[in-house]
Nanobody
Framework: QVQLVESGGGLVQAGGSLRLSCAASGRTFSRYNIGWFRQAPGKEREFVAA????????YYSASVKDRFAISRDNAKNTVFLQMNSLKPEDTAVYYCAASDVWTTGRGDFGSWGQGTQVTVSS
């Protein structure tokens, strides 16, 4: 198991930027593909972005593509989510999660962080 802790959330105006971090401890971080998900009040948790073990592959949901960028630093056991041009509809709790397989399926991620709140005001 790998333990994950998110940070970097906060309140930002529409059009602004935030960078989320996902710090990992435990088993070898570079063995895992990492995904970011988000959950808005009253909605299901949805996939946002994923990055492969080495960082060579990334994938984004259509709603954030061209605005968000996922990256990782395996030497520091950390994954980042740079969020630009934020919109009020991006407001949610953001979670990072680890998976042994390359996937966007929520059920395939076995380790989850506690989440960090992102609020975008209009």
């Amino acid at each position: 198991q790998v333990q994950l802790v998110e940070s970097g959330g906060g309140l930002v105006q529409a059009g602004g930027s935030l960078r989320l971090s996902c710090a990992a401890s435990g088993r070898t971080f570079s063995r895992y593909n990492i995904g970011w998900f988000r959950q808005a009040p009253g909605k299901e948790r949805e996939f946002v972005a994923a990055i492969s073990r080495s960082g060579s592959d990334t994938y984004y949901s259509a709603s954030v593509k061209d605005r968000f960028a996922i990256s990782r630093d395996n030497a520091k056991n950390t994954v980042f989510l740079q969020m630009n041009s934020l919109k009020p509809e991006d407001t949610a709790v953001y979670y990072c999660a680890a998976s042994d397989v390359w996937t966007t399926g929520r059920g395939d991620f076995g380790s989850w962080g506690q989440g960090t709140q992102v609020t975008v005001s209009s």
